[in-house]
């Protein structure tokens, strides 16, 4: 019987190479990775000749713009990205039959908070332009694939690309001591992690256990910023002279939720996944990085 494919695009980010990695993994299925080297997702004809030719069983879709701060000022590419082109691949998605994995943000909410972590069902009211569009992704895709899966997830490090992680190592061997917000809770997540969760779902659909809908995944526990920059420069074993502030003493282009924890009670109900502590998670990723 031939394989199926599940065609991965944004392959080049830090998801997307996750994903790579544990493609031989499973070589029950043929994976196509794609970036915009490729395949630029803002052309819909383009699109929509890739899917038809291709005819992938399953999408993973880890292309979106993510510079947060810069998509204050980039409005129509940061919209363009992460919303009309989850729409083309949405459109050719449906006509192909093909299922759909969407990855999307802890930054749809507003982050004022209910008390408790965030459920799926809350009321989204994104405060930046990046979380507006990515809300708007969500939807668009939910419009031409209802049985979508879309994972949200939050705080994404790995060894690949530019991420919080890498920057407090490289800052942490300079030397200079760092000013750190401490007042936004969230939780760091592994993109490794993610990725075995969207696999994971995508095993679940093949033994017939699939359930299309919107899930929270971020790895377990909770932080600030500055916790988990002090965590990082621990388990780097680098000294760093660290000063909490608050995110009025620290401005930025976008504003960003204050609390944005996701209740992942969901996903791990009905995927049964097990899901690492965020600080076991820093632990493996920086044996995987050359600091
Ligand atoms: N990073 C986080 O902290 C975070 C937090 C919450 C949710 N997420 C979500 O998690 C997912 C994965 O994030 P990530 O950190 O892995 O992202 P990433 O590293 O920025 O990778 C995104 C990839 O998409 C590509 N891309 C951009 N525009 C494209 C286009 N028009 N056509 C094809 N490819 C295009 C990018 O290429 P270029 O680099 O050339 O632009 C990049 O390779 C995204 O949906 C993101 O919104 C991320």
């Known amino acids: 019987m031939e394989k199926k494919t ?16 544990l493609g031989p993994r499973y070589p029950q299925f043929k994976f196509d990775f794609i970036d915009i080297q490729e395949l630029d997702l803002c052309q819909p004809r383009a699109v929509s000749d890739y899917f038809e030719t ?50 999307s943000t802890d ?41 979508a899966v879309i994972l949200r997830t939050a705080w994404l490090y790995s060894p690949f690309g530019n991420n919080f992680v890498k920057t407090m190592l490289r800052l942490g061997k300079a030397g200079s001591a760092l000013r750190v917000v401490n007042d936004q809770l969230g939780t760091p997540t592994y ?5 075995v969760a969207l696999m994971t779902v995508i095993l679940s659909a093949e033994e017939g256990k699939y359930a299309p809908g919107i899930y929270h995944f971020t790895d377990e526990g909770s932080c600030t910023w500055y916790e988990f920059t002090r965590e990082i420069h621990c388990q780097a074993g680098l000294s760093v002279q660290v000063t909490p502030v608050t995110t009025a003493e620290y401005p930025t282009a976008a504003v960003r939720p204050a609390y944005s924890i996701l209740d992942k009670t969901k996903i791990k109900m009905t ?21």
């Open 271 to 291: 995927y049964g996944l097990t899901i690492p502590d965020w600080k076991d998670s820093l632990s493996q990723c920086l044996k995987r990085i050359d600091y």
């Open 54 to 103: 291709l005819r992938p069983d399953y999408l993973i879709n880890c292309a979106a713009y993510t510079a947060v701060d810069k998509a204050e000022s980039d409005v129509a590419l940061c919209w363009r990205v992460n919303r009309d082109a989850v729409e083309h691949l949405a459109k050719s998605a449906s006509i192909c039959g093909c299922r759909c994995l969407h990855v």
């Open 191 to 195: 993109a490794a992690d993610l990725a």
């Open 107 to 147: 930054y749809v909410f507003d982050g004022k908070g209910l008390g408790r972590p965030y459920l799926e069902t809350d009321p989204t009211g994104p405060v930046s332009v990046y979380g507006q569009s990515k809300l708007a992704g969500e939807e668009a895709l939910l419009k031409y694939c209802p049985d």
């Open 6 to 21: 599940i065609l991965v695009t944004g392959a080049n980010g830090q998801l997307g190479n996750e994903l790579r990695l």
